[in-house]
């Protein structure tokens, strides 16, 4: 399929070709309508490339020119009734278990000089694929010119059986000519097609390794060189606004405002925005928390998260907002983290690292996994470069200034935490990341829940890079422009189309291999095998490796679980390739996506149980001697 030109030119140079199979099975195994199917497929091929049909026939693994049972005449006699003549042979050298040439030509040579007296020809048996056949193409000149040295003439299998070039070969004319031409188009689209998919797949997984090893060096050096920050106590906020946009989160809400009550650091407001949840989520901080003035209650109309949080942003008096889902459940020490980076007047947002709390199954196991090796090291290495593209809307804190610089959380897109991370960007803040700022998450317990939300991710990161477009065509601010969207453009999409092609070209690479291992023994194939092996080998030590690093970085490196990385290559990357997949599809068409809704359990495995909140003090206090550094910072907002 993948070589017209060289069929070509051996039927140009006087030589003819016959018809050996298409899989190169054992087809005296076969069913007849197997064995014509495989003769078939190899005719219209040969017929679509030269022009010319083929008369003459040897079945695969027909090592005597004399058969000895009826069964071993069976795929002959189905060849001879498709009007095929059988071609045998007396020479076997088994050049195919042969490393080098020299015994390749002595093998060749003893057996025709050992050969019957009394027979005028001598067919030999050589081969020139099935493995590594560099030692035949090596010694076939050598034995043309030892057996023309003693006496021997070369010529065509036709000639033997009397028959002419035009006989063995016919010329296609007429109906099946036109045919023949049509079937070429079709083969050499298919020939195109294959060269495209095996250039993708070298380019996707090299890329791919690169980047792996790029980011987890990028890791490490931000690992090393981005002390968290250690300011005097008079420039860190003393206050703080917890906006928590909950839609039908009765199971969790309450358990996230205590450990956001119970947190170490500056003092707290929470204000909890009942997205119109239609459960007992406004009923449940009411009970809880309607006696703590710390704890503010906003019930609205369902607007959607966004929509939520600028009506919290409306009533938050803190210069520092941090946000946080329903089902998050931060450290006692998460907030006093965040807010130390703003004594920086240039960070206008920072983004802690989210865990799985909940991992109770597979599905949430493998989440935990990416958590960390995936997108907590990417994090890390796009901190270096400044190009955070996400500051997670599950745990992240940001300057009131910069939201209100760019007018607050967008409900344009399905990825409002993104969306925001790039807009500050542009407006000319920076992003820091502290991944000691943990919160513990609630991800989705199964796989018909987790497509859901990656879907809705997937098709708000297009909906953020397409509407954030100028940036990447302005190149500013350079870390973005540059770095972030151009790499989540390349590995977040364009991977995640092509992925699938990549695991099915795996797929049928080794089921070829198989097929030819089945059909030729194990010395033909064994080189080939090992290649497979070897390359899935070493991109699954890379992959393992990084992910050791990224579980070391995480302050997890005692936990690292090499074995559920491996097996997350089985079904659950694959998963996430067809969301990219959907998500594009959904985006060009114009099918609109919903936010959706995940149930909650209200299950944290991962975590130690929350601590008593503090009870609240309330001191009161002349407005002039209340947090100066956040007033002032109000007032120039205003």
Not at 345 to 350: E, L, R, W
Not at 368 to 394: C, D, H, K, W
Request: aromatic share 6%.
């Amino acid at each position: 399929l993948s070589q017209p030109s060289l069929l070509r030119r051996i039927v140009a140079e006087g030589s003819e070709l016959g018809n050996h199979s298409t899989t190169h099975a054992d087809l005296d195994r076969l069913p007849e309508a197997v064995i014509r199917l495989e003769l078939n497929a190899t005719q219209r091929l040969v017929e679509s490339y030269t022009g010319r049909t083929m008369q003459l026939f040897r079945a695969p693994y027909l090592g005597d020119a004399d058969p000895d049972t009826s069964d071993e005449l069976r795929a002959a006699r189905v060849a001879a009734d498709m009007g095929y003549l059988s071609v045998g042979l007396n020479v076997d050298p088994l050049d195919w278990t042969a490393t080098d040439a020299r015994s390749i030509v002595e093998r060749t040579v003893a057996q025709v000089e050992s050969g019957d007296a009394s027979r005028s020809t001598q067919i030999v048996l050589l081969h020139d694929s099935g493995g590594d056949r560099s030692a035949t193409i090596e010694a076939l000149p050598q034995i043309i010119s030892a057996l023309r040295a003693r006496g021997y003439e070369f010529v065509t299998v036709s000639r033997l059986a009397g028959l002419s070039p035009d006989v063995a070969m016919p010329p296609l004319a007429g109906p099946r000519h036109a045919a023949a031409m049509a079937s070429r188009t079709l083969f050499s689209s298919l020939s195109g097609v294959w060269k495209l998919g095996g250039l993708l797949f070298v380019a996707a997984i090299t890329l791919g390794i690169i980047r792996s090893l790029i980011f987890t060096v990028l890791a490490l050096v931000a690992a090393r060189r981005a002390a968290a920050p250690n300011p005097p106590p008079h420039l860190t906020p003393a206050f703080v606004s917890v906006l928590i946009p909950a839609y039908n989160e009765e199971r969790v809400i309450e358990a996230s405002v205590r450990r956001i009550l119970a947190s170490q650091g500056p003092r707290v407001e929470v204000i909890v925005i009942d997205d119109g949840s239609k459960d007992e989520t406004s009923a449940v901080v009411s009970r809880a928390f309607g006696m703590d003035p710390r704890v503010t209650l906003l019930t609205v109309r369902n607007g959607g998260k966004a929509s939520a949080l600028n009506h919290g942003l409306k009533i938050a008096k803190g210069a520092i907002v941090i946000a946080l889902d329903a089902d998050t459940q931060f450290e006692p020490d998460t907030i006093a983290k965040l807010t130390r980076w703003f004594a920086d007047p240039a960070i206008g947002a920072v983004a802690g690292n989210a865990r799985i709390g909940n991992v109770v199954n597979l599905v949430t196991r493998w989440q935990s996994i990416e958590y960390v090796t995936a997108q907590g090291l990417e994090r890390r290495a796009l901190s270096a470069l400044g190009a955070v593209m996400v500051v997670p809307g599950a745990v992240g804190a940001w300057r009131r200034t910069a939201l209100d610089a760019v007018g607050g959380y967008p409900a344009d897109t399905l990825a409002e935490d993104q969306d925001l991370t790039i807009a500050i960007q542009r407006a000319g803040w920076k992003v820091a990341c502290d991944s000691d700022a943990v919160a513990w998450t609630e991800a989705p317990d199964s796989f018909r829940a987790l497509f859901k939300q990656r879907y809705r991710w997937a098709f708000g990161t297009l909906q953020c890079l397409w509407k954030h477009r100028s940036a990447l065509l302005a190149g500013k601010p350079r870390g973005v422009a540059l770095v972030g969207m151009p790499q989540t453009w390349l590995f977040q999409i364009g991977f995640g189309l092509i992925a699938p092609c990549i695991d099915l070209a795996l797929i049928g690479s080794l089921a070829a291999a198989g097929l030819h291992l089945i059909n030729n023994g194990l010395a033909v194939m064994q080189a080939d095998l090992l290649k497979i092996a070897a390359f899935w080998l070493a991109f699954t030590a890379i992959d393992v490796g990084c992910g050791w690093v990224a579980y070391h970085l995480d302050g997890q490196g005692d936990r690292f679980p090499a074995l559920g990385l491996i097996a997350q290559r089985f079904g659950y990357r694959q998963l996430l390739y067809a969301v990219v997949v959907r998500s594009t599809f959904s985006a060009i068409t114009g099918h609109g996506v919903g936010w959706g809704r995940q149930e909650r359990s209200g299950v944290m495995t991962a975590m130690a149980p929350a601590a008593e909140p503090a009870p609240a003090v309330h001191v009161l206090e002349p407005v002039a001697a209340m947090e100066p550094a956040v007033l002032l910072e109000q007032d120039l907002a205003a």
